[in-house]
């Protein structure tokens, strides 16, 4: 169909105005509002639509670029409203465009939803009108607890269960193909299993740890003997803090805790950068079976990559 050359006319018949800071956005719709019959303000007028790019610094009441492709796009004049930005210069998310991502990502991997690919494909089928970095960030620091809500039981087998679950991925494979659904694996793989069953637990250093009776408690009690409900309400109070703090989910926080032997400042910094906090690696399923093997020579290379301390803190750690 032939674009509207009214597209940007008010019922009224007078052009809508619009004002957007020179640079290449401005470049770039500039033809698109003027082949529509509005104008552009060289400078911001009273009555003019303020526009901002989706992302940027902007007013409350600034309309995102987007509301001048979508409308050239549909080849019809839409209302300003759902395109008002809110702080930050965000577009902000409707219910239903809530309920679209949380539709969408029922069913998915904890490990995929928290990935990119996921919501480039989202992107690409126009699933909402905004970017897939936006819908990314919408869900996993405000939709995802409708999906995956984090134990809020004190029952310590629930916990022993996401470890269990955690672990046999960390055992295994670490491709988003062969993922596990952490919802279902807390709940599943969590009840019914004595504690001699699950594969690892979380335990820290004594430095820095947010548990610091866990230790003591594995020592003094038989392995059949639950740990104590406040020691669960750390572990799950820390582990939230994390989730909110790095906006990563439940399956990724568990698999850092396994990865980092369990040391809560050591998982802290390999959340926000990818690294280990004291310069080594971090552990794998194959440096894990090298361990296992009663090989001087194979420990003493161990030693070599990990340091001394670090092998001994591993051993407790797959031990308990």
């Given at each position: 169909?032939?674009?509207?050359?009214?597209?940007?006319?008010?019922?009224d018949?007078h052009?809508?105005?619009?004002?957007?800071?020179p640079?290449?956005?401005?470049?770039?719709?500039?033809?698109?509002?003027?082949?529509?019959?509005?104008?552009?303000?060289?400078v911001?007028?009273?009555?003019?639509?303020?526009?901002?790019?989706?992302?940027?610094?902007a007013?409350?009441?600034?309309?995102?670029?987007?509301?001048?492709?979508?409308?050239?796009?549909?080849?019809?004049?839409?209302?300003?409203?759902?395109?008002?930005?809110?702080?930050r210069?965000?577009?902000?998310?409707?219910?239903?465009?809530?309920?679209?991502l949380l539709?969408?990502?029922?069913?998915?991997?904890?490990?995929?939803?928290?990935g990119?690919?996921?919501?480039?494909?989202?992107?690409?089928?126009?699933?909402?009108r905004?970017?897939?970095?936006?819908?990314?960030d919408?869900?996993?620091?405000?939709?995802?607890?409708?999906?995956?809500?984090?134990?809020?039981?004190e029952?310590?087998?629930?916990?022993?269960?996401?470890?269990?679950?955690?672990?046999?991925?960390?055992?295994?494979?670490?491709?988003?193909?062969?993922?596990?659904?952490?919802?279902?694996?807390?709940?599943?793989?969590?009840?019914?299993?004595?504690?001699?069953?699950?594969?690892?637990?979380?335990?820290?250093?004594?430095e820095?740890?947010?548990?610091?009776?866990?230790?003591?408690?594995m020592?003094?009690?038989?392995?059949?003997?639950?740990?104590?409900?406040?020691?669960?309400?750390?572990?799950?109070?820390?582990?939230?803090?994390?989730?909110?703090?790095?906006?990563?989910?439940?399956?990724?926080?568990?698999?850092?805790?396994?990865?980092?032997?369990?040391?809560v400042e050591?998982?802290?910094?390999?959340?926000?950068?990818?690294?280990?906090?004291?310069?080594?690696?971090?552990?794998?399923?194959?440096?894990?079976l090298?361990?296992?093997k009663?090989?001087?020579?194979?420990?003493?290379?161990?030693?070599?990559?990990?340091?001394?301390?670090?092998?001994?803190?591993?051993?407790?750690?797959?031990?308990?």
């Open positions: 169909a032939a674009r509207s050359r009214s597209l940007f006319l008010w019922d018949g052009p809508m105005r619009f004002y957007l800071r640079g290449l956005a401005k470049l770039r719709l500039a033809p698109l509002v003027l082949a529509g019959g509005g104008r552009l303000c060289r911001q007028e009273p009555g003019a639509v303020l526009l901002a790019q989706p992302g940027d610094a007013p409350d009441g600034a309309v995102s670029t987007e509301y001048v492709t979508e409308c050239v796009e549909r080849n019809q004049r839409l209302p300003l409203e759902p395109f008002l930005l809110a702080g210069g965000r577009l902000a998310f409707t219910e239903a465009e809530d309920a679209a539709q969408a990502v029922r069913g998915q991997s904890t490990v995929r939803a928290s990119c690919a996921l919501w480039i494909e989202l992107e690409r089928s126009g699933l909402t905004h970017s897939w970095q936006a819908m990314r919408r869900f996993l620091r405000h939709l995802q607890p409708r999906l995956w809500e984090p134990p809020q039981t029952d310590p087998a629930q916990i022993r269960g996401l470890f269990a679950a955690a672990n046999r991925e960390f055992e295994s494979t670490e491709s988003e193909s062969d993922s596990l659904d952490v919802a279902k694996l807390s709940t599943q793989d969590g009840v019914g299993r004595s504690p001699g069953e699950t594969a690892s637990g979380l335990k820290t250093g004594p820095n740890s947010a548990f610091p009776d866990i230790q003591l408690q020592q003094e009690r038989p392995k059949s003997t639950c740990s104590s409900s406040s020691v669960v309400g750390q572990v799950v109070k820390t582990m939230e803090h994390f989730m909110e703090k790095f906006a990563v989910d439940l399956f990724t926080v568990t698999q850092a805790f396994l990865k980092n032997s369990g040391d050591a998982v802290s910094y390999f959340l926000q950068t990818g690294q280990r906090l004291d310069g080594y690696p971090i552990w794998s399923r194959e440096d894990d090298e361990l296992q009663d090989d001087e020579r194979v420990r003493n290379k161990l030693i070599a990559k990990f340091g001394a301390e670090n092998v001994a803190k591993r051993i407790v750690f797959r031990e308990s």
